[in-house]
Each structure stands twice: as C-alpha cells, then as structure tokens.
C-alpha cells in the first residue's frame, strides 16, 4: 500500500456513485464531464487573455478564471492532474455530490469573474463553464416522464373541470 493509499483510504476504493448516478445515463454523465473538460480549457484560455492588461479587476477576473479551470479540470478530469496528489480524492469526493451541488458550484463560479470585470473575454470565457452548471442543473430535474402518464393526468384534469363545469350549471339553474 503506497502513501497515498494510506493518507486517503476512501480515494483507493472504488468510488461511490451520488444515489444510483440519479438517474444520468452513461452518455449525459460524459457530456457533462466533456463539457466540464472544455468549459476548462476555455476558462483557462480567456482567463490568461484577461490577465494581459493593466485593469486590476480584468487582472482578478483572469485569476479566477485559471482558478476556475484548474477546479474544472480537478473535478471532471482528474487523469489531467496527475502531477498533484490529492486530484484523486477531490474527484471522488466531487463525484459524490449530488447534481444540483455541482450545478450551484460551477454555475456559481462561473458568474463571479463576470460580475467582477463584465467583458466579452470574461462572458465567453465562462460560457462553457456555466452550460456545465446547466447540465447538471437539468439532470438534477430528473426524467421527464412517459405520454401514458401525462394522457391520464389530462384525463383526469378534463374530468374535473367538467364536473366543476356542470356543478355550476346545476347551481345557477
């Protein structure tokens, strides 16, 4: 057992999946941690462009923007961090917050260079990163359900306002 192993025993074995992944499906799991590598990269990008300037919110906004990627990439993408020691652990714990978690995080760390220094770099920089947030935002809704089901609640809705509809009636005649 190696050093690491022993310093963060929950790292060493398998991950845990956030009750049953909710209800993501293998191939909106990947979109939302592609999207999670990109939106990174562009933060990463936009950021060190913000940073080339004599503005110090631009400059701030810059860092928090590498800061930002450097979280994306620690969470989503944890084989790109293989020179820090701790990536594994932090990607375990990430993967088992839920949905909404990560959708308030990433969503939360995106909007805050841009409310700090409001340039196009700034808004495209993060765009990506904030569509991830969204992701998982909307898989945190969960599944939307089947046409059998929605015929039965209009049904059911169709019946009451007719019943209301004739009790009306009935009350006025």
Request: glycine share 8%; charged share 15%; with cysteine.
């Amino acid at each position: 057992m190696s050093s690491q192993d022993e310093q963060f025993p929950a790292a060493a074995a398998a991950p845990e999946p956030a009750a049953a992944d909710e209800g993501m499906t293998w191939w909106y799991r990947w979109l939302c941690r592609i999207a999670g590598v990109i939106g990174g990269m562009s933060c990463a990008f936009a950021g060190l462009w913000n940073c080339v300037t004599i503005n110090p919110l631009n400059i701030a906004a810059g860092v928090w923007m590498m800061l930002n990627a450097f979280v994306l990439f620690l969470c989503e993408a944890p084989f790109c961090c293989q020179f820090i020691e701790f990536a594994n652990a932090v990607s375990a714990r990430a993967d088992r917050l839920r949905a909404w978690q990560k959708a308030a995080f990433y969503c939360g760390m995106a909007v805050f260079p841009v409310m700090l220094s409001l340039t196009l770099t700034t808004l495209f920089g993060n765009a990506i990163a904030f569509a991830t947030g969204v992701l998982y935002g909307l898989s945190a809704l969960g599944k939307k359900g089947d046409a059998i089901s929605y015929a039965r609640i209009h049904q059911q809705q169709k019946q009451m306002d007719e019943e209301k509809l004739t009790g009306n009636l009935e009350g006025q005649a």
